[in-house]
């Protein structure tokens, strides 16, 4: 698998509007994207934003990179958000929680074992 990971800056005042947009527009457009195996974006009250992406193979994980910058363009130029520093690598270690497959909640962890 492979990954990149981007950093903004931004004006803080628009943290809620990039995340709705991220959420409702972006990852929709990367979860339709060959390879696609995650993307999270984790924020900072003073503005300051990072965007990981997984996907399984470099040439999927590369088109996400461009597809990031026109969403950028398109649709952040009014919140100041900067160029990102970009990091591209493969990914050494993963992991995640799969839902449950009554409950459906990630979140909840009755069915694993307790040391």
């Not at 709705?20 to 195996?37: H, N, R, T």
């Not at 997984?54 to 026109?70: C, N, Q, T």
């Amino acid at each position: 698998m492979f990954a990149s990971v981007r950093t903004y800056r931004f004006s803080p005042v628009h943290i809620a509007e990039i995340n709705e947009k991220l959420q409702e527009m972006f990852i929709p457009l990367l979860e339709q994207m060959e390879g696609f195996v995650s993307y999270s974006w984790i924020t900072t009250p003073d503005g300051q934003g990072v965007g990981v992406c997984v996907f399984r193979d470099e040439v999927g994980l590369r088109e996400s990179i461009h597809l990031a910058a026109e969403f950028r363009k398109t649709h952040f130029s009014h919140v100041g958000m900067t160029t990102p520093e970009i990091i591209i690598g493969t990914v050494g270690a993963h992991g995640h929680v799969e839902p449950h497959p009554l409950h459906g909640d990630s979140s909840k962890h009755e069915d694993r074992p307790t040391h």
